[in-house]
Structure formats: C-alpha cells, structure tokens
T-cell receptor
Framework: SQTIHQWPATLVQPVGSPLSLECTVEGTSNPNLYWYRQAAGRGLQLLFYSVGIGQISSEVPQNLSASRPQDRQFILSSKKLLLSDSGFYLC????????????FGSGTRLTVV | AQKITQTQPGMFVQEKEAVTLDCTYDTSDPSYGLFWYKQPSSGEMIFLIYQGSYDQQNATEGRYSLNFQKARKSANLVISASQLGDSAMYFCAMREGLRGSYIPTFGRGTSLIVHP
C-alpha cells in the first residue's frame, strides 16, 4: 500500500528565509502527487500537483514553487518566505489501484515569524 | 463558485447517537468521485469513505455511510453510534474525472464534537 513520508513535522522560519519541504512516496510507482496548504480552521487549498518527473502544475500564484526530481519525490520550495506562507502543508498521493482514496503525509506545520 | 459546500462549521452529538454531516457539490462532469476524510487534532488526514458518481448503491464502511443523492448533488456522511474518538474535523472532497484531472477539491470542513 502507498505511504507518504513528509518532514519536518514542525518548522519556524523568519520572514525572507528560504524553504524546502520534502515528500517521498513508498509503495507505488509513478503516483500523482499534490501539495496542499491548510490555513488555521480552514479547508485544504491545492498549491501544486504533479503527474510525473519534472511535470508540475501550479494552481495558485504565489512565491512558492515545486519540483519533482524523482518519481517518488516531491519538493515544495520558496526563495523568500512571507508571513502569509504560514500554515499546515500536506503532501498527498493518489492511492493504489482499487483504493480510490488519496493518501496523505502527516503534514508540516510552518510558522513564519 | 465553490465546488464543495459544507454548511455546518460545528456539530455536537451525544456518544452512541448517530450524526449526519452535510455536503453538497457542484460539477458538470459526468464522472466524479466523492470522499470524506477525518482530520484529528494531530493533523493527519484519514480516508473514511468513497462514492463514485456511477455507483448505484450508497457506500458504507463500518460505522460510516454516505447518503448519496445525485439529483440533489448531496453526499452526506452518516456516522452511526458515535464514539468519543470521532471528535475531529471532517472534510468532504470531490475529484472530477474528465475535466478535473482527478484532482481532489475539499470543502471547508465540519468540526464534530462527541459528548460523553
């Protein structure tokens, strides 16, 4: 079955600093992968999705970027963080054949100070 | 326009009673899937149940059932015999097939509190 690994769990970064969040997938190959952001008490906002190596689609214009250097690796980055980048970041992958749900990582809680 | 609408920001239920969490959706895609996820305070997203647009019967998974009313575009989650551990945020989500590239869109969620 598919497992999504995400780290770190918690991150406090100053405004203007860079960001790199990593998501790796175990158990399936060539998964569709997604980055979501969840503001406090709100739903999930799709940021990026990827259907394969080097293929990234952006849903929301912002100072974040994503990359997929390997089949099972999905990275969320920023060159300079803003206060508004604070939130809970979740990586998700489309599940195994026959399992019609999407598997999520445990999330990274980012606070920009 | 919002694709997924959850109108109940918060719900309270007594332990062992049933509770219904509302979800309505908007799509013109004939092929779509509807999901419910549970998010406890730890933040993890736990898949609960799935309903496909062509499924003839309502989905059930243990104590969870999905009341799928296609004409009304509603996909309410019913939790029977509530337990204290059911206290969490619940999100309804939809992925559209042909036009939506299978990307899940989430509602704003409903906070459920189960009282002893």
């Amino acid at each position: 079955s598919q497992t999504i690994h995400q780290w770190p769990a918690t991150l406090v970064q100053p405004v203007g600093s860079p960001l790199s969040l990593e998501c790796t997938v175990e158990g399936t190959s060539n998964p569709n992968l997604y980055w979501y952001r969840q503001a406090a008490g709100r739903g999930l906002q799709l940021l990026f999705y990827s259907v394969g190596i080097g293929q990234i689609s952006s849903e929301v214009p912002q100072n974040l970027s994503a990359s997929r250097p390997q089949d099972r690796q999905f990275i969320l980055s920023s060159k300079k963080l803003l206060l508004s980048d604070s939130g809970f970041y979740l990586c998700a992958g489309r599940g195994d054949r026959g399992h019609r749900g999407y598997t999520f990582g445990s999330g990274t809680r980012l606070t920009v100070v | 326009a919002q694709k997924i609408t959850q109108t109940q920001p918060g719900m309270f239920v007594q332990e062992k009673e049933a509770v219904t969490l509302d979800c309505t959706y908007d799509t013109s895609d004939p092929s779509y899937g509807l999901f419910w996820y549970k998010q406890p305070s730890s933040g993890e997203m736990i898949f609960l149940i799935y309903q496909g647009s062509y499924d003839q019967q309502n989905a059930t998974e243990g104590r969870y059932s999905l009341n799928f009313q296609k004409a009304r575009k509603s996909a309410n989650l019913v939790i029977s015999a509530s337990q204290l551990g059911d206290s969490a945020m619940y999100f309804c989500a939809m992925r559209e097939g042909l036009r939506g590239s299978y990307i899940p869109t989430f509602g704003r969620g409903t906070s459920l509190i189960v009282h002893p």
